[in-house]
């Protein structure tokens, strides 16, 4: 049964997030706001000298990223409930978590600075 649940949070995370890879689901809300500023302002800093988050890059806690952790968690779970290893197998789905998410919010913020 847990090597189920594992399976199962691994796929359908994974699934979730190559239909939204397939299908371009970027944004997860749109919104349209007009309003008229007249501001003037001097700034010397260039787009290469902005961090990724700046450039509208990925947010610590966005969709992807949760999927990405959940992904890790599940495959890290299973792995160890599969080769039983003496370690609690929740332990090591969430190391595989972290780990995801890390190269995750890596990959996402490199394609952002990409744009």
Same mark, same amino acid.
């Given at each position: 049964?847990? +090597?189920?649940? /594992?399976?199962?949070?691994?796929?359908?995370?994974?699934?979730? +997030?190559?239909?939204?890879?397939?299908?371009?689901? &970027?944004? %997860?809300? $749109?919104? &349209?706001? $007009?309003? &008229?500023? $007249?501001? $003037?302002? %001097?700034? %010397?800093?260039?787009?290469? %000298?902005?961090?990724?988050?700046?450039?509208?890059?990925? *947010?610590?806690?966005?969709?992807?990223?949760?999927?990405?952790?959940?992904? *890790?968690?599940? @495959?890290?779970? #299973?792995?160890?409930? /599969?080769?039983?290893?003496?370690?609690?197998?929740?332990?090591? *789905?969430?190391?595989?978590?972290?780990?995801?998410? #890390?190269? *995750?919010?890596?990959?996402?913020? @490199?394609? /952002?600075?990409?744009?």
């Amino acid at each position: 049964m847990t +090597l189920l649940i /594992y399976g199962l949070i691994t796929a359908a995370c994974g699934g979730l +997030l190559a239909v939204m890879a397939l299908f371009g689901a &970027d944004s %997860d809300i $749109d919104t &349209d706001v $007009d309003a &008229d500023f $007249d501001v $003037d302002t %001097d700034l %010397d800093m260039g787009v290469a %000298d902005m961090e990724a988050g700046e450039l509208g890059g990925p *947010g610590i806690l966005s969709f992807k990223l949760i999927l990405f952790f959940l992904i *890790g968690f599940g @495959l890290g779970g #299973f792995i160890a409930a /599969y080769a039983k290893w003496p370690v609690p197998h929740f332990v090591v *789905g969430l190391g595989g978590g972290v780990v995801f998410w #890390f190269l *995750g919010y890596k990959a996402l913020k @490199l394609l /952002y600075q990409q744009q």
